[in-house]
């Protein structure tokens, strides 16, 4: 959509704000999340526009995939399903943690929700043959959302993920920096911080076409298996074994 955009310009107007976020401490980690869910949670309205349009035969017929389908399926969505690991860095952070856990299944649930109920959307919008080529299916559909006072509303829509993105970025490089500052005492969470938004910074130069995003997805996708079927679970035991 932005084929001239410098990413250099922008990963170094967003990388700023990010380190700004990450001085403030933790607070401010939970107050950009909460404005990364209440924000853009208007998109949810942008569903009507595509519906319009949907033919749900196109999700006919039910069940007709194989094991092997689900499998590959189920290791494609691994990684939109990742970051719920991250608790395990910001738990102690949490008062009443126990008393809490209701609202993070209540959050998992609805985040489930929102994956369930636009990939339906999707699927009865998009022919099975353009859907399987598109690269970006939901801004696609932000397309064709018209108000009488707005015509291109992918902008709009566009600039608004950022503020999804944006506590995806700073849960990560807090934890990353709070680890390192563990792994290696001698080191500050700060100077492990800048380290980590430099080598962003400069991997964003490496990291431009969508062939190379969607390799990088899969690396990801692929060590979130191992992190969650092997790591945790592993981690867990060894947990159990020491307390005992």
Same mark, same amino acid.
């Given at each position: 959509m932005f084929p001239d955009l410098n990413l250099w310009v922008a990963s170094a107007v967003i990388l700023p704000l990010i380190a700004f976020i990450l001085k403030g401490g933790f607070r401010s980690i939970v107050g950009i999340c909460f404005l990364g869910v209440v924000l853009p949670s208007f998109l949810v309205l942008t569903i009507y526009f595509p519906l319009q349009y949907a033919h749900f035969g196109n999700l006919l017929p039910v069940g007709g995939?194989?094991?092997?389908?689900?499998?590959? !399926?189920?290791?494609? &969505?691994?990684? !939109?399903?990742?970051?719920?690991?991250?608790?395990?860095?910001?738990?102690?952070?949490?008062?009443?943690?126990?008393? !809490? =856990?209701?609202?993070?299944?209540l959050g998992n649930a609805v985040t489930i929700f929102t994956y369930l109920a636009l990939s339906i959307i999707s699927f009865a919008y998009f022919p099975a043959s353009y859907i399987k080529n598109a690269e970006w299916a939901t801004l696609i559909m932000w397309k064709i959302v018209e108000f009488?006072?707005?015509?291109? %509303?992918?902008?709009?829509?566009?600039?608004?993920?950022?503020?999804?993105? &944006?506590?995806?970025?700073?849960?990560?490089?807090?934890?990353?920096?709070?680890?390192?500052?563990?792994? %290696?005492?001698?080191? =500050? =969470?700060?100077?492990?911080?800048?380290?980590?938004?430099?080598? &962003?910074?400069?991997?964003?130069? %490496?990291? =431009?076409?969508?062939?190379?995003? !969607?390799?990088?997805?899969?690396?990801?996708?692929?060590?979130?298996? %191992?992190?969650?079927?092997? +790591?945790?679970?592993?981690? +867990?035991i060894l947990t159990l074994r020491r307390r005992k």
């Open positions: 995939f194989t094991i092997k389908e689900m499998v590959i !399926s189920t290791r494609n &969505m691994v990684l !939109s399903y990742l970051r719920f690991e991250l608790t395990l860095f910001y738990y102690g952070f949490i008062k009443m943690a126990e008393r !809490s =856990q209701k609202w993070a299944h009488p006072f707005l015509e291109r %509303f992918e902008y709009i829509g566009v600039t608004t993920w950022m503020m999804v993105i &944006m506590p995806i970025l700073c849960l990560f490089l807090w934890a990353a920096s709070r680890n390192m500052k563990h792994l %290696f005492p001698h080191l =500050q =969470q700060k100077t492990a911080l800048y380290m980590g938004l430099l080598l &962003m910074f400069l991997a964003v130069g %490496f990291i =431009q076409t969508r062939s190379q995003i !969607s390799l990088l997805n899969s690396i990801t996708s692929q060590f979130g298996i %191992f992190f969650l079927g092997s +790591y945790i679970p592993l981690l +867990y």
